[in-house]
């Protein structure tokens, strides 16, 4: 009987509870900006609002980085980047939907992310490799 009830014991699993950080630290510092009294264009500003680890950055090198902004419209069914492609973008939505999928061999699509206004897509060597 003792070894049944620690075997049971054992099998028990502790209780995980979620610790997550104060919201403070995961907002862009944008003091340095001076958003509201800023010049900077309304993509730019979008950007800097949306894609949290650019206002992180000092000022010079942000506006480094938005030297490379484009603008770019897309109409339902275009492609904005496919596998194989340079990985060197940060794609801010501004309106719609835009869904990443991944195209299995034999041609079938499944969604792996719907992305919405305000959400960006990319990847950390991405911003790595323009800063660097």
């Known amino acids: 009987a003792l070894p049944g009830r620690i075997l049971r014991i054992q099998?028990?699993?502790?209780?995980?509870?979620l610790k997550e950080p104060?919201?403070?630290v995961l907002e862009a510092d944008l003091t340095e900006f001076e958003?509201?009294?800023?010049?900077?264009?309304s993509e730019v500003?979008?950007?800097?609002?949306?894609?949290?680890?650019?206002?992180?950055?000092?000022?010079?090198?942000?506006?480094?980085?938005?030297?490379h902004m484009v603008l770019q419209r897309c109409q339902q069914g275009d492609d904005?980047?496919?596998?194989g492609q340079p990985d060197t973008s940060i794609?801010?939505?501004q309106e719609g939907k835009l869904e990443l999928l991944l195209t299995e061999?034999?041609?079938?699509e499944t969604?792996?992310?719907?992305v919405f206004p305000g959400d960006s897509v990319h990847s950390l060597l991405s911003i790595l490799d323009v800063i660097t």
């Open 11 to 17: 099998k028990e699993l502790p209780t995980l509870q």
């Open 22 to 24: 104060p919201p403070s």
């Open 45 to 67: 500003l979008y950007m800097l609002k949306n894609v949290r680890v650019l206002g992180h950055f000092e000022k010079p090198l942000f506006l480094e980085l938005c030297k």
């Open 105 to 108: 061999p034999d041609g079938k």
């Open 91 to 93: 794609y801010v939505l």
């Open 35 to 41: 958003v509201a009294n800023s010049h900077l264009p």
């Open 111 to 114: 969604v792996m992310k719907e």
């Open 80 to 83: 904005v980047f496919r596998p």
